[in-house]
């Protein structure tokens, strides 16, 4: 991930809404980007409102059949390809982000082929899925609501089906060389969740209820990551605090926050978050003394 601080619907009447930002208010979505190689290009916070889509020429994944025309739209209300396309502007690993309207025509609408120079081949593509549910029409069409999860994932193009995403559940804090629970959950694509047995997280084997007994004898920040079957999406890098007392460590983790173009009213989580609010006139509420926060945030009010 380069941060940057200071798949496919219809939208044929989509296009002709054009009201301003600041007619909608912007929505929250925890946005990952990661490849079956297990690369990371994103995994962060996103707000978004409406949104510019512009389509490239050689975005080709449709085939050479269904060309796409170049063309630009206006999205007008929060929705998953908005949401990349804002996180594109934050974190340059996402660019060149390559948009096609192949079958715009068809009500098919948006297809994703490139996010950061990775292209799909053959059967490979782009899997989008909220809160562990798989796309089955174009991100343009999905909405998104505050605290909603945004997997995209270029897939092998040898899965049978969808695929799953992993979870790695943890404390944000452990005591130095004390053991602890992780679990690592299989979110499937129907929306349904199950334990992930015979996950593996860190070199350790997760058993039939997804769990594994760790410690961690030095005092730091440890990061966990679990991956599983060939068709699972592996896990976001989970982090750790260990301390010689829980005091060492915060209560929560942190996270990065990245405000829209639009005016933002960002509310900060209960770790150290680092937060940028970009353009527009924004506030943050209830931040964190912790907190990171860039100063093109216009108001900060303290938890």
Not at 82 to 97: E, H, T, V, W
Not at 176 to 198: C, I, M, N, Q, Y
Not at 216 to 244: H, N, Q, W
Request: hydrophobic content about 35%; aromatic content about 6%.
């Amino acid at each position: 991930m380069n941060l940057v601080a200071p798949a496919i619907g219809a939208i044929a009447t989509v296009a002709l809404l054009t009201a301003p930002a600041a007619d909608a208010k912007t929505k929250y979505t925890d946005i990952r980007v990661v490849t079956n190689t297990g690369e990371t290009l994103a995994d962060h916070r996103q707000y978004t409102d409406d949104v510019r889509v512009r389509t490239s020429v050689d975005a080709d994944c449709f085939g050479p059949s269904n060309p796409s025309t170049g063309d630009s739209y206006r999205l007008k209300d929060p929705n998953a390809l908005g949401a990349l396309i804002d996180a594109s502007k934050n974190d340059s690993d996402l660019k060149p982000l390559k948009i096609t309207d192949g079958f715009v025509d068809d009500g098919f609408g948006f297809g994703v082929c490139d996010i950061g120079g990775l292209e799909t081949e053959g059967f490979a593509y782009w899997y989008s899925a909220v809160n562990g549910v798989g796309s089955t029409t174009g991100p343009d069409l999905i909405p998104v609501k505050n605290g909603d999860s945004n997997l995209w994932y270029l897939t092998t193009g040898d899965e049978p089906g969808f695929p799953s995403e992993l979870v790695v559940k943890v404390p944000a804090r452990v005591l130095a060389g004390d053991s602890f629970t992780a679990k690592v959950v299989r979110r499937l694509p129907d929306g349904t969740r199950e334990p992930a047995d015979g996950a593996d997280i860190n070199g350790f084997t997760t058993d039939e209820n997804g769990e594994v007994e760790l410690d961690i004898g030095e005092p730091g920040e440890t990061t966990l990551r679990a991956t599983g079957e060939s068709d699972d999406a592996p896990s976001a890098f989970t982090s750790i605090c260990v301390g010689e007392a829980l005091s060492d460590c915060p209560k929560a983790r942190g996270i990065v926050i990245f405000g829209s173009p639009g005016d933002d009213e960002i509310k900060g989580g209960k770790g150290p978050d680092l937060i940028s609010c970009g353009k527009g006139k924004d506030i943050v509420r209830e931040a964190q003394k912790s907190d990171d926060i860039a100063g093109n945030c216009e108001k900060v009010r303290r938890a």
